[in-house]
């Protein structure tokens, strides 16, 4: 196993031991809204301090790209951390949520790790080697009818975000597929796109933290992962539709109705 991968996976399960062991006292947590619908808590930056602790004291060169302390510039290297992806199900002990670290060369997603710790899953991948799911190769679906597919979402639940454009794409997808469902954590979204669970994830207004690592796993995984709208890099624009080839198809198909891409 690639070092830089190891490292990450060490960090990752460190970060869950926390997330994991806070949970039976969840209720007494102090948590700080962001900005409307949008938390973090005391775990969240527990979690991610311990994650660049490790990061760094192996690797004190590398730049940094963190959810809740930002951005700190270094070499080539970057890791893209989210440390507790699905904060709000956490908050209610609604069992979705994972750690999420992706590593960056130049822009390139190299290595990526998601981490379930309550199932014990941990979802990897190494750019050109392949995806694993506890240390076992993962494919995406073979599901090639849209009809037999199930997908994968995120609602709008910011202010600033838009509601009317998701009706818009829901509506394209909902009667035509086997189900949509949204379980609250984008980074464990894609890893179920990437083993096979889900057969495609679409998401607007996401951030780099919560899809890197999963861009990557579904990409190791057999499958693509754009822009929802364009060939461009999802974490450019947050918005990123992910499945297999197949079922990549159909979705691009259904969303480039005229005016699935408006945001009013
Ligand atoms: C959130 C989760 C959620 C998605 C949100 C994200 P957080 O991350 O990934 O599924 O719908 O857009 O912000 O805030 O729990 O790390
Ligand atoms: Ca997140
Ligand atoms: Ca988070």
């Known amino acids: 196993m690639h070092p830089m991968l190891n490292t990450a996976i060490k960090a990752a399960r460190r970060a869950g031991s926390v997330i994991v062991r806070a949970l039976p006292d969840v209720d007494r947590l102090r948590v700080e809204t962001k900005s409307r619908h949008d938390f973090v808590t ?7 301090e311990l994650i660049i602790d490790t990061l760094r004291g192996a690797y004190p060169d590398h730049g940094i790209l963190a959810e809740e302390s930002g951005a700190s510039a270094g070499n080539e290297w970057e890791w893209v951390i989210d440390p507790l992806d699905g904060t709000t199900n956490f908050l209610h002990g609604f069992p979705q949520f994972a750690v999420s670290i992706a590593l960056r060369r130049r822009g390139r ?37 849209f009809g037999g597919a199930l997908l994968g979402t995120g609602f709008p639940f910011r202010e600033s975000d838009s509601l009317s454009q998701w009706v818009r794409l829901f509506e394209r997808v909902a009667c035509r597929t086997s189900g949509v469902r949204r379980a609250g954590s984008a980074a464990l979204d894609l890893a179920y796109v990437a083993c096979g669970r889900l057969d495609g994830f679409w ?5 780099p933290w919560d899809i890197a ?15 929802l709208f364009t060939d461009g890099d999802p974490l450019d624009s947050g918005n990123i539709l992910a499945a297999n080839p197949r079922v990549y198809g159909h979705m691009r198909a ?11």
Request: charged residues 35%; aromatic residues 4%; hydrophobic residues 40%.
């Open 42 to 48: 005391e775990v969240d930056r527990r979690a991610e």
């Open 213 to 227: 690592a999963g861009a990557l796993l579904v990409r190791e995984a057999g499958g693509i992962a754009s822009d």
């Open 203 to 207: 998401e607007t207004g996401l951030k």
């Open 254 to 264: 259904a969303f480039a109705d005229p005016g699935a891409a408006d945001t009013g």
């Open 109 to 145: 997603l190299e290595q990526a790790v998601v981490f379930d710790p309550l199932r014990d899953e941990l979802f990897t991948a190494t750019r050109g080697e392949g995806a694993q799911l506890n240390d076992r190769r993962i494919r995406v679906s073979r599901v090639a009818e």
